[in-house]
């Protein structure tokens, strides 16, 4: 297990995949870490997770009190950005594996807030991140969870949002995201969503049963299907959300005074 302990490591990492740094002009991107906490899966040891689980599988209940609770945690910093003058729907939320906070420098005007939420790590979901070259190998930690902590925080409590980013993640069968879209009249945002087809850790047909149901309740929602890879990301997957995230948060024309 190789050992990220601080946001440089992060930094490094994907500098390695873009070979170039995952910033952007008028976009402030915020790494949220997940607190330490007993984790089910690993006999009640402590690690820093998004929420509990009661196992790893799509068709067990979701552990909702320790999901609510990181909703209202990650509610907290959304609300500061709005207090700092971003619009909510000029904020994205998502999921990678960085697993240290990190505030890379911003030139000129932000306009816009990606979070990215992310474990440091989860040992029952032992797989590693591989990259090219592989030395620079990052033990993967919340690959799958912090996208189910994304979609929760979007789609039950911040429906104003302008988007939110998946990857290689999946929602449980009867999940409270289901739920609350049920009962929802108003629009949604859209979901990028990303899972290989080897993955044997996160099943593909999780990911792709977890589009289908959100796409049958009114989520704009689209799957980029990656045959072979397994439970990692890639350079042509982060190229994809990079263009997705200026997508959804263009530059927006400076307001003048009529």
């Known amino acids: 297990m190789v050992n990220c302990d601080t946001g440089q490591g992060a930094r490094a990492w994907i500098k390695q995949i873009l070979n170039q740094d995952m910033a952007f002009q008028h976009i402030k991107v915020i790494y949220p870490t997940a607190p330490a906490r007993p984790y089910t899966p690993m006999k009640g040891a402590f690690s820093n997770v998004w929420f509990d689980r009661y196992k790893i599988c799509n068709d067990c209940p979701e552990h909702i009190e320790s999901i609510d609770s990181m909703c209202q945690g990650l509610t907290d910093l959304i609300n500061d950005e709005v207090k700092n003058g971003i619009?909510?729907?000029?904020?994205l939320v998502g999921i990678s594996i960085w697993y240290k906070k990190m505030r890379?420098?911003?030139?000129?005007?932000?306009?816009?807030?990606?979070?990215?939420?992310?474990?440091?790590?989860?040992?029952?979901?032992?797989?590693?991140?591989?990259?090219?070259?592989?030395?620079?190998?990052?033990?993967?930690?919340?690959?799958?969870?912090?996208?189910?902590?994304?979609?929760?925080?979007?789609?039950?409590?911040?429906?104003?949002?302008?988007?939110?980013?998946?990857?290689?993640?999946?929602?449980?069968?009867?999940?409270?995201?289901?739920?609350?879209?049920?009962?929802?009249?108003?629009?949604?945002?859209?979901?990028?969503?990303?899972?290989?087809?080897?993955?044997?850790?996160?099943?593909?047909?999780?990911?792709?049963?977890?589009?289908?149901?959100?796409k049958s309740l009114g989520v704009s929602a689209s799957l980029h299907t990656?045959?072979?890879?397994?439970?990692?990301?890639?350079?042509?997957?982060?190229?994809?959300?990079?263009?997705?995230?200026?997508?959804?948060?263009?530059?927006?024309?400076?307001?003048?005074?009529?």
């Open 87 to 91: 619009a909510k729907n000029r904020i």
């Open 226 to 258: 990656f045959p072979n890879l397994n439970h990692e990301l890639n350079r042509t997957e982060i190229e994809k959300l990079k263009s997705w995230i200026v997508e959804k948060l263009p530059v927006e024309a400076p307001k003048t005074n009529e």
């Open 104 to 214: 890379p420098k911003v030139t000129g005007d932000v306009q816009t807030v990606v979070f990215v939420t992310a474990d440091t790590m989860e040992l029952e979901e032992a797989a590693f991140v591989r990259i090219i070259p592989e030395e620079l190998s990052y033990p993967e930690g919340g690959f799958s969870m912090g996208g189910g902590m994304a979609m929760h925080l979007a789609y039950r409590f911040h429906q104003d949002l302008a988007g939110v980013f998946a990857l290689s993640s999946f929602l449980n069968k009867d999940s409270a995201v289901y739920q609350a879209l049920k009962r929802n009249e108003s629009a949604l945002p859209e979901l990028f969503q990303c899972h290989g087809t080897a993955d044997d850790l996160v099943l593909y047909s999780w990911g792709e049963e977890t589009n289908k149901m959100l």
